[in-house]
């Protein structure tokens, strides 16, 4: 993912012309085998520091960049941060530019997902 841009796709601009992020992002989550949890997808960061969680400012910017079999929660940026540190993740970014050869979920996978929550 390029994070160079952490939050830099915002929209709606401040008054002192600075992005303003949305209040609710798209995050791509899917349900924990045989659990009521819900597990937050991290990928790693292309500049080696770490994990970070993407997360997208639309359905249809989460679907461009991962596909449209990519589960998904909506959810406040506020708790998205929040989330993401308390699992020790340190960075979220909102719209980021992923590598085509990132893994992406596919609709035989949503099959094996939802057999193994039966």
């Not at 600075?18 to 819900?38: F, G, K, N, Q, R």
């Not at 910017?61 to 991962?66: K, N």
């Not at 079999?69 to 406040?76: E, G, I, K, S």
Request: net charge negative; proline share 12%.
């Amino acid at each position: 993912m390029d994070f160079a841009g952490d939050l830099s796709n915002a929209s709606d601009d401040s008054p002192r012309g600075e992005p303003v992020p949305p209040d609710l992002v798209i995050a791509p989550a899917h349900p924990a085998s045989e659990s009521t949890e819900i597990v937050f997808e991290v990928r790693p960061a292309t500049d080696g520091s770490g994990d970070a969680l993407p997360v997208f400012s639309s359905v249809r910017q989460l679907v461009e960049t991962f596909g449209p079999a990519q589960p998904w929660v909506a959810l406040p940026l506020v708790k998205a941060r929040e989330l993401a540190a308390a699992g020790g993740i340190p960075q979220v970014v909102l719209d980021p530019v992923v590598p085509l050869g990132a893994w992406r979920w596919h609709y035989s996978d949503l099959e094996a997902l939802a057999r193994s929550l039966d």
